[in-house]
């Protein structure tokens, strides 16, 4: 059974920093293209960033760009993003996800191409 379990998430203020992780089981990262997406109240999911970690290829949103860092670690089977210089509008529940697909890029932001996806962790970041 796969499982993605996401932590790290709570409460910063403006230009602060925060670093998430999403674990993951019964799957090998090394398989498949990993998805960090968020969710604010009213909208739809984003895509923030994408890792395959077959090779270390990433993407970033425009919106993120710059701040934010995707990382993996193979050994312990974990995906991590690192925020920073975080502003009011990145307050989301933030998820990762993946799928076995090995496509980075724009295209590959859609969160239905995603067929596994962690219960998520709430980002709050307040002026």
């Known amino acids: 059974e796969v499982q993605l379990v996401e932590s790290g998430g709570g409460l910063v203020q403006t230009g602060g920093s925060l670093r998430l992780s999403c674990a993951a089981s019964g799957l090998t990262l090394h398989d498949v293209t990993i998805g960090w997406f968020r969710q604010a109240p009213g909208k739809e999911r984003e895509g923030v960033s994408l890792i395959r970690s077959s090779d270390g290829n990433t993407y970033y949103s425009d919106s993120v760009k710059g701040r934010f860092t995707i990382s993996s670690d193979n050994a312990k089977n974990t995906v991590y993003l690192e925020m920073s210089s975080l502003k009011p509008e990145d307050t989301a529940v933030y998820y990762c996800?993946?799928?076995?697909?090995?496509?980075?890029?724009?295209?590959?932001?859609?969160?239905?191409?995603?067929?596994?996806w962690g219960q998520g962790t709430q980002v709050t970041v307040s002026s």
């Open positions: 996800a993946a799928n076995h697909r090995p496509y980075i890029g724009s295209y590959y932001m859609d969160f239905n191409w995603y067929d596994y």
